[in-house]
């Protein structure tokens, strides 16, 4: 009987072009429900994707310093996550995350 060897999913070898890496983190941020820890491993999938050593280096950070600060045991600061976005070449954006109705004030 043949054996099963199984191995780790590591989902930085499957993001390849810049949009799927937006994509990847806009659908993590969408279901991580608050858990930053969950965003920084997003942040540290992609820059293992895009190179480490190079992402270090553009974000101007050590390499040991970036994967500790996207390890998700540490809790970076947002000046940090600003340049690793930047060097990963995403940026950040914002929109309403819901509607509400506006109601004008009345001249009396």
């Excluded at 590591?10 to 659908?27: C, D, G, I």
């Excluded at 930053?36 to 553009?58: E, P, Y």
């Excluded at 996207?70 to 340049?83: A, Q, V, Y």
Aim: proline content about 3%.
């Amino acid at each position: 009987m043949a054996k099963t060897v199984t191995t780790k999913y590591e989902v930085s070898e499957h993001l390849r072009t810049p949009q799927e890496m937006a994509a990847y983190l806009e659908m993590c941020i969408e279901e991580a429900n608050g858990d930053t820890a969950f965003i920084i491993k997003a942040l540290g999938d992609i820059a293992r994707a895009k190179g480490m050593t190079q992402v270090a280096r553009d974000a101007g950070l050590s390499r040991e310093s970036l994967y500790k600060a996207l390890s998700g045991e540490r809790n970076p600061g947002f000046d940090t996550i600003l340049k690793v976005i930047s060097a990963l070449g995403l940026k950040l954006q914002a929109e309403v995350a819901h509607t509400t109705q506006v109601i004008p004030f009345l001249n009396q």
